[in-house]
């Protein structure tokens, strides 16, 4: 007996449903309806349904589920939406994640060889940077292959370059974990407080300085602007782990759930 109309419309209609209860549903029928308003072409929305062999009574249908389903279990939203936003981040990550993770030649935390990489956008100016060091220091200390990939991102203050850019002249030095310790543990940047962090992380100052005013440091400073502004971010911290973004000072095992997914990756 070959299916007809109703019978598919009710396998489907079932399918529908198990998928909105998975997330992926509602996540796809949002995304569509999102995609619909931002361009006000519905035409592609149908050609779309039209290749999947729906007609218009079963894209009615199928909305009238979704809908329903939303309504009566509208916890699942943010779910959805953070399926949304995953999927999104990964797009835009994948194209630059051979130079997001590139680091400036040795600033990096952890493991230099590790084979998971975090890579961490940050300012030294920022509270919330300075407040999420000893999770870092946490993460470091738990997972010995994981390798952090520090962005310096001087958005928040006007002492925040001159401490970025020393900081890339520890790192070339082989200083920098020493100088970002330095850097979080004491005051706030300033002239002072920055050349205080490169005496403690054991740096030739004369020649950091020198280091420090070179045109490939500012080039890096740039692309680290450029790479935070195509991945929106706006603030610091802000991390980049897998196919994962996560913005803000979150909790270590957050940081540490995304860190064991992208090893099993």
């Known amino acids: 007996m070959t299916d007809t109309p109703p019978r598919r419309l009710g396998a ?7 998928f909105a209860l998975a997330g992926a549903g509602i996540g796809w029928w949002y995304e569509s309806r999102r995609n619909v308003a931002a361009t006000g072409d519905d035409a592609q929305l149908e050609a ?3 290749s999947a062999g ?3 009574k079963e894209r009615a249908a199928f909305e009238g589920l979704v809908r329903s389903y939303i309504l009566d279990h509208p916890e699942i939203l943010p779910q959805a939406m953070e399926r949304l936003q995953q999927r999104e981040s990964a797009a835009q990550i994948a194209p630059m994640r051979g130079a997001l993770e590139t680091p400036f030649p040795g600033a990096v935390l952890g493991n230099p060889n590790g084979k998971v990489t975090l890579v961490e956008f940050t300012d030294f100016a920022c509270t919330y940077c300075r407040q999420s060091v000893k999770a870092l220091d946490g ?5 010995p292959d994981l390798r952090v990939v520090i962005r310096e991102l001087p958005i928040i203050a006007p002492e ?5 850019r020393m900081a890339l002249a520890a790192a070339a030095q082989g200083k920098y974990p020493a100088y970002h310790k330095a850097m979080f543990e004491g005051a706030r940047p300033s002239n002072e407080s920055i050349a205080a962090a490169a005496g403690l992380a054991g740096m030739d100052l004369a020649a950091a300085r020198t280091f420090a005013a070179r045109s490939d440091v500012e080039d890096e400073l740039k692309r680290n602007l450029d790479m ?6 706006s603030g610091t911290p802000a991390w980049v782990i897998g196919e ?3 913005h803000g000072a979150v909790p270590p095992e957050q940081l540490q759930a995304a860190i064991d997914v992208a090893r099993k990756g």
Do not use: Y
Not at 139 to 143: H, K, M
Not at 160 to 164: L, T
């Open 228 to 233: 935070a502004r195509q991945l929106g971010v």
């Open 160 to 164: 925040s370059a001159p401490a970025a």
């Open 12 to 18: 489907f209609a079932l399918i529908a449903v198990l």
């Open 244 to 246: 994962r973004m996560i």
């Open 54 to 56: 729906i007609d218009g």
């Open 139 to 143: 993460l470091i200390a738990r997972n």
């Open 48 to 50: 779309s349904l039209a």
